[in-house]
């Protein structure tokens, strides 16, 4: 229903013609656009985490029609040139890669070069050690090869039939957003581990199959148009961990991708990245580490006075939900998040 609603407000803005009338006054600067998965559509039926992954042809048509719109892609250091030095110049859109998976090199890398389009990978470091936790896909597999989940919530214990395509889709649902809730990162850690075990799923293996390794991330460091950001060293929920635990991950996130490639990274994003994944503690603590930006998922464009908050950088994420280049323009426009936040161009608090 959430997503029928977001789809039908993204409909109305775009056929009433409003975001043209929204852009010059909301369209900004410019747009970090992220994405995470790039692949082509998978046939089965039950696809949980789809809001993840774009198709190859998707992506092309985005980089496509932001050149026909006259708009120019830029590295990070290009952006943060522009914001720190106010040159508005010309319109531009960033583009990132969240978690460094293996499709980004063999699905997005031969576009982005097509198009000698720059771009960015920020790299959990625990998925090329081949020690990450990507739990969101070992629920997925959990939910999707058994007919029956138990569970224990709190002081209940639920059982979660799974044995309908519908019902899965209710039970993910119903799991992922408790598991995302709890107040630690170990104890989610803790539960999707016995899940796990008890139902003859290998969590290391996503890494295997899913991340690049150190040595295809030292190839694609080599061009130029690529640039290695930080993502931390486990992908946790940086606002549920004390000051100490956050600053390491962050920093030690960055000695790892120096130690392996050579070059330290200057720009930074925070796991999940929203509202109440990373606040004002985090952005210090980047500031204080030496990055030049830091991004997050709130979802946005870039004005000047971002300038003043280059630690809170607001996303536009490419939903697999909404492949649709129209839902692009639109919030390229800044129309949606002007009228969502009552038309204020920053928040970074």
């Keep these: 229903m959430n997503k029928a609603v977001v789809r039908a407000g993204l409909n109305a803005v775009y056929f009433s013609g409003a975001h043209h009338l929204l852009q010059p006054f909301f369209g900004g600067m410019g747009a970090i656009l992220t994405l995470h998965h790039v692949r082509p559509p998978r046939p089965e039926q039950f696809q949980p985490n789809r809001a993840l992954e774009v198709s190859p042809a998707f992506l092309e048509e985005v980089i496509a029609r932001v050149h026909w ?46 198009y000698q389009a720059p771009f960015a990978l920020f790299i959990a470091t625990s998925f090329p050690d081949g020690l990450g936790d990507l739990w969101w896909l070992t629920l997925e597999r959990v939910v999707a090869h058994n007919d029956w989940i138990a569970l224990s919530i709190g002081s209940e214990t639920r059982r979660f039939d799974c044995r309908r395509i519908d019902d899965k889709r209710k039970a993910f649902d119903v799991i992922y957003w408790w598991l995302h809730g709890l107040d630690s990162d170990i104890e989610r850690g803790r539960v999707v581990g016995e899940l796990a075990r008890r139902h003859g799923v290998e969590i290391s293996a996503f890494c295997r199959e899913l991340c690049l390794t150190w040595n295809e991330l030292a190839g694609l460091a080599a061009d130029p148009l690529v640039t290695i950001g930080a993502h931390t060293v486990n992908h946790i929920v940086l606002k549920k961990a004390d000051a100490d635990l956050a600053r390491s991950e962050m920093q030690l996130s960055a000695a790892a991708i120096e130690a392996r490639l050579g070059v330290r990274p200057r720009h930074f994003a925070y796991p999940y990245g929203n509202r109440a994944e990373a606040g004002s503690r985090e952005f210090r603590i980047a500031a204080g580490l030496g990055f030049k930006t830091a991004v997050t998922t709130r979802s946005g464009v870039l004005f000047a006075d971002h300038r003043n908050h280059l630690m809170a950088l607001p996303r536009i994420v490419l939903d697999g939900e909404f492949q649709c280049w129209r839902y692009v323009e639109v919030l390229l426009s800044g129309g949606p998040r002007a009228l969502w936040t009552g038309f204020r161009r920053v928040a970074a608090g």
Aim: proline share 2%; glycine share 6%.
């Design 69 to 114: 719109s006259g708009i120019e892609i830029v590295s990070l250091e290009e952006m943060h040139r522009r914001l720190t030095e106010g040159d508005t110049s010309r319109r531009f859109v960033c583009l990132t890669f969240d978690d460094g998976y293996r499709d980004n090199l063999i699905w997005a890398y031969p576009i982005l070069k097509k």
